[in-house]
């Protein structure tokens, strides 16, 4: 969750750094520093501040640091508090070696201790400031070779990075399941936790994967494995340009993704049909169970794939929160397949149950957003999303193109097993691809989202109600207003709310209903009036021109017609749209909520 950088060339390594560190901020962090290799007289000089990158970059302002060897980090505190002391980087006890860390050492107490034994002091809370102070303890004169010794006692899940004053002109990269990347430049290299980082100075990356160790100096990189064998590796080109990490006139990172989700849903059916694997497909045929694991949104995303898994492919399906089911015990045979979603491909929970599946005998699929991310190359198919970086911490884009790629998905299984026709997988594909459009529209009614959003901002409590394969987006729509207005929400099938939840309405309570006109609208049209009869405050999101709705509901955001199977993809555009306006007029960081991180790479 933390983000890592590091540079080694001829350009003053701190305006490199801070910018790399502003590209990170999406990650979520509470505090940020930098360690440089000071130009003149090769000593460790280490800054850091509570607080936002900004804060930082105030702190630097007048002092003059200049150095070619740096590293930098943005710090979510796990061990010990949001502090100054607590911050990384961490820097050894006689100030040769700098360190910065993302994620979790687990056997760090019993490290500790034995470093405490040793005489060695420590200032912080931190479990990264073992790893300082054990590559001291462990020196043998070559960092890389102390790598190496350091690397076999960690135990956990980490990546870090690290310098020092013995061996100024280069930086050492170690990964063990979390994520780092080496960047490849003319006369300069990097190590960062993510691609946009440093998408200013290259595009070109090596991927490290786990119990890999990196050496990086101005004009080489060398990979290792743990045991010390050199490793060829071949970098990865990425096509994309940094402009698009920028807001492009929004106001809001998050805005601007809401927006271009006409895109990313049109980029997503065209790169599924021409990336299809038809090795996966042949596979599916002999499947007798599917499972499908994420965390947050992607989790809601795997419910509604659900639905059309078992309606078009007619392959069970059940839908597990990654942690749980980690934890869980599986039931698994050669006929298992295990789908994990995750937008970074680096989400910790997904990706050691898909690894612990895997080595339990089951077939793996991602489901990712991020090219050379692990998920992409640890699971045995990949399948991938086309919305460039997301760099607001509530998901959106990628939420609707994970339906598009679940539901192409789908579609293709249910042909190649013979359980729809192609006429009928024709017929839903030439709907599909109108989607883009009729998203479109609805965002063209985000002046009207904005009032509404004004009347019920206020609110304390909302509810959220849908039926069938709109009860996911019901989910959805509540955690959006959660993560980033700080609203007590809860989504909730429309059925069971007189098992509980009704006891809850009254005339204070928004309840937002997701009504659109298909096969279950009479159902939910009744759940709608038993809400008005408790005097509820009623927000329907339903198809254009159904005048019948209108009449029961206190407002009304219409989408555009369009088959059954489709109409999760357009319902939960107005509710991403809600959260957002309601989020801003109450004065809330949509793109970086409190608490929150982009990539969760710890558990």
């Known amino acids: 969750m933390c983000g890592i950088i590091g540079y080694v060339g001829k350009r003053n390594a701190v305006p490199v750094l801070l910018y790399g560190l502003q590209r990170l901020e999406y990650r979520g962090y509470d505090s940020a520093g930098i360690a440089v290799i000071e130009k003149t007289d090769r000593k460790i000089i280490v800054e850091k501040q509570v607080g936002k990158i900004k804060d930082l970059q105030e702190h630097l302002w007048n002092k003059k640091i200049e150095g070619h060897t740096a590293l930098g980090h943005t710090r979510w505190a796990t061990h010990g508090a949001p502090t100054i002391e607590n911050a ?3 820097t050894s006890q006689k100030g040769t070696i700098s360190i910065v860390h993302n994620g979790i050492i687990e056997n760090y107490l019993e490290l500790k201790k034995e470093l405490l034994d040793k005489g060695y002091r420590f200032k912080s809370e931190t479990d990264t400031e073992v790893i300082a102070h054990l590559f001291e303890d462990l020196y043998t004169g070559d960092l890389l070779e102390t790598a190496f010794k350091v690397a076999k006692k960690l135990r956990g899940a980490y990546a870090v990075g690290v310098i020092s004053t013995y061996e100024p002109d280069r930086i050492i990269g170690i990964k063990k399941g979390s994520p780092l990347i080496v960047g490849l430049g003319k006369d300069e290299n990097f190590i960062a ?17 786990d119990g890999e160790i990196a050496l990086v100096k101005t004009d080489s990189v060398e990979i290792f494995n743990i045991n010390g064998k050199k490793i060829e590796k071949k970098p990865f080109h990425v096509t994309w340009d940094v402009s698009v990490a920028e807001k492009a006139g929004y106001k809001h990172f998050m805005q601007k993704e809401i927006h271009e989700q006409p895109r990313t849903i049109g980029d997503t059916i065209t790169g599924f049909s021409s990336s299809k694997d038809d090795q996966l497909f042949c596979m599916l045929k002999d499947v007798d169970r599917l499972y499908i694991i994420a965390c947050g949104t992607s989790y ?44 970074s491909g680096e989400t910790a929970d997904t990706r050691f149950a898909l690894l612990d599946a895997k080595k339990e005998g089951a077939k793996t699929i991602s489901l990712v957003n991020v090219v050379g991310s692990s998920l992409s190359r640890e699971t045995d198919y990949v399948l991938y999303t086309y919305c460039g970086p997301e760099i607001g911490v509530a998901a959106t884009k990628t939420f609707t193109a994970q339906l598009v790629s679940l539901l192409l998905f789908a579609l293709e299984a249910g042909v190649k097993k013979g359980t729809i026709s192609f006429r009928d997988y024709e017929y839903i594909y030439n709907q599909l691809i109108h989607i883009p459009s009729k998203v479109e529209d609805i965002l063209g009614k985000d002046d009207q989202v ?8 206020n609110a304390s409590d909302f509810l959220f109600l849908g039926r069938n394969i709109n009860y996911p987006i019901a989910l959805e729509g509540a955690l959006k207003l959660k ?30 209903c997701v009504a659109p006109k298909d096969r279950f609208y009479e159902k939910i049209f009744s ?21 019948q709705i209108k009449q029961i509901s206190d407002e009304v955001i219409y989408i555009s017609q369009t088959i059954d199977p489709l109409y999760p993809i357009l319902t939960v555009i107005p509710l991403q749209m809600l959260s957002y306006h309601i989020a801003t007029l109450l004065g809330k960081d949509v793109d970086q909520p409190r608490n929150l991180a982009k990539t969760v790479t710890v558990e």
Do not use: C
């Open 527 to 547: 759940n709608i009036q038993e809400v008005k009869a408790r005097k509820g405050k009623v927000l329907s999101v339903a198809t254009e021109g159904d005048s």
């Open 450 to 457: 904005k009032e509404i959003a004004h009347r019920y901002m």
């Open 193 to 209: 936790s993510d691609i946009p980082a440093v998408l200013e100075y290259t595009k070109d990356f090596i991927a490290l994967d």
């Open 88 to 90: 990384h980087p961490h």
């Open 300 to 343: 809601h995303a795997g419910l509604i794939g659900k639905f059309w898994i078992e309606r078009f492919a007619k392959i069970p399906v059940e839908v597990d929160y990654a942690s749980e089911y980690r934890y869980r015990d599986r039931i698994i045979n050669e006929n298992s397949v295990v789908m994990g979603i995750s937008q």
């Open 483 to 512: 993560e980033i207005s700080y609203i007590h929400a809860e989504g909730y099938p429309a059925g069971e709310m007189k098992h509980g939840p009704i006891a809850l309405i009254d005339e204070k309570m928004p309840v937002v």
